[in-house]
C-alpha cells in the first residue's frame, strides 16, 4: 500500500507537469486544467503516503534523509496548491511543479525502510525543528521558482503586468523562508544545548544552515534598504537554489558530523 501511494504521486505529478507545460507552450487553458486536477490527485497520494507511513511507523515521518526529502517536496506542493488557491498565481504552477517532483524523484533514490526512532531524535523539539527546516527551504525553493518565471517572462515582454505580482512573491517567499530558517536554527540550537550540552558545535549542518540563512538575510537587506528588485532579485532567488539543495543533500552526502548517522540519513536542519 505504501508503495502504491508513493509511486502513485510521483507519476501523477509527473503526467501533470507534462501536461502543464504543453498546456504552457500552446496556451491551452482546458489541458492546464486537466494537469491540476491531475495534480491534485497526486498531491492526495503524496499527502496519504505520508500519513500511511507515520501511522505505520508510529511517529511523524521525518527522520532520516528520504522522509526528509518527501516532507520537503510535499511542504514545496501544499504552498503551492495554498497559492494557486488563495492568489491564482498560474505563473508560478510550471517551475513549482517541476521543483516540487525532483526533490520527490530524489527520494526514490534513497532506502525507504522503516526504522524506530533514534534516541537522539526523541524529544519534544523533533517536529518543530525539522519542519520548519522543510517548509523554510520549500520557500526557497518557490521563490527560486519565481525568479526563473520572472527572467523568462520578462525576458519576452519586460512590460508584463505580471512582473510586479512575481517580484513581490519573490520577496515575500524569501522573508518567510528566512523567518522559518531562523526559527530552525533557534529551536535546533537549544535542541543541541539539551542534547549535547552546546548551543552550538560548529556541526556541517549548522555551518551550512547558518551559510544559507545569511546568504538569504543579505538578499532581504538589499531588497528593503538598498531597493534592488526585479531582475536583481530574481537572479538571487535563482543561484541562491543551489545553497539550499547543498545544505539539504551535499552536507549529508558528503560530510559528516553530529547531524549524521550513516549514508544518506541524518537529522536534517
Given at each position: 500500500?505504501?508503495?502504491?501511494?508513493?509511486?502513485?504521486?510521483?507519476?501523477?505529478?509527473?503526467?501533470?507537469?507534462?501536461?502543464?507545460?504543453?498546456g504552457q507552450v500552446w496556451n491551452k487553458e482546458n489541458l492546464q486544467k486537466i494537469s491540476w486536477s491531475i495534480y491534485m490527485m497526486g498531491f492526495a497520494a503524496h499527502t496519504g503516503y505520508?500519513?500511511?507511513?507515520?501511522?505505520?511507523?508510529?511517529?511523524?515521518?521525518?527522520?532520516?534523509?528520504?522522509?526528509?526529502?518527501?516532507?520537503?517536496?510535499?511542504?514545496?506542493?501544499?504552498?503551492?496548491?495554498?497559492?494557486?488557491?488563495?492568489?491564482?498565481?498560474?505563473?508560478l504552477t510550471p517551475?513549482?511543479?517541476?521543483?516540487?517532483?525532483?526533490?520527490?524523484?530524489?527520494?526514490?533514490?534513497?532506502?525507504?525502510?522503516?526504522?524506530?526512532?533514534?534516541?537522539?531524535?526523541?524529544?519534544?523539539?523533533?517536529?518543530s525543528h525539522i519542519g520548519s527546516a522543510a517548509f523554510s527551504y520549500s520557500m526557497f525553493m518557490l521563490a527560486g521558482a519565481s525568479g526563473i518565471r520572472y527572467l523568462l517572462i520578462s525576458g519576452k515582454n519586460p512590460e508584463d503586468d505580471r512582473l510586479e505580482e512575481i517580484d513581490y512573491f519573490i520577496y515575500r517567499l524569501i522573508a518567510i523562508g528566512l523567518l522559518l530558517l531562523?526559527?530552525?536554527?533557534?529551536?535546533?540550537?537549544?535542541?543541541?544545548e539539551e542534547a549535547w550540552s552546546s548551543f552550538w558545535t560548529w556541526d556541517p549542518k549548522e555551518v551550512w544552515a547558518l551559510i544559507t540563512w545569511i546568504l538569504y538575510a543579505i538578499g532581504l537587506h538589499l531588497r528593503l534598504n538598498r531597493n534592488r528588485r526585479g531582475r536583481f532579485m530574481a537572479w538571487f532567488?535563482?543561484?541562491?537554489?543551489?545553497?539550499?539543495?547543498?545544505?539539504?543533500?551535499?552536507?549529508?552526502t558528503l560530510m559528516s558530523g553530529l547531524h549524521s548517522y550513516g549514508a544518506l540519513v541524518g537529522l536534517l536542519m
Open positions: 500500500m505504501l508503495d502504491i501511494l508513493f509511486y502513485a504521486g510521483i507519476g501523477l505529478y509527473f503526467l501533470a507537469m507534462i501536461l502543464q507545460f504543453f505520508l500519513l500511511a507511513r507515520g501511522i505505520t511507523a508510529g511517529r511523524v515521518p521525518m527522520s532520516n534523509q528520504f522522509e526528509f526529502a518527501v516532507m520537503f517536496s510535499w511542504g514545496i506542493s501544499t504552498v503551492l496548491v495554498f497559492l494557486h488557491y488563495r492568489t491564482g498565481a498560474g505563473w517551475v513549482g511543479m517541476i521543483m516540487g517532483w525532483g526533490i520527490y524523484l530524489y527520494a526514490a533514490l534513497l532506502p525507504r525502510e522503516i526504522h524506530e526512532l533514534m534516541p537522539a531524535l526523541r524529544s519534544v523539539w523533533f517536529v531562523t526559527v530552525t536554527i533557534v529551536i535546533g540550537a537549544i535542541w543541541a532567488a535563482v543561484v541562491s537554489v543551489p545553497v539550499v539543495l547543498f545544505t539539504f543533500i551535499g552536507v549529508n
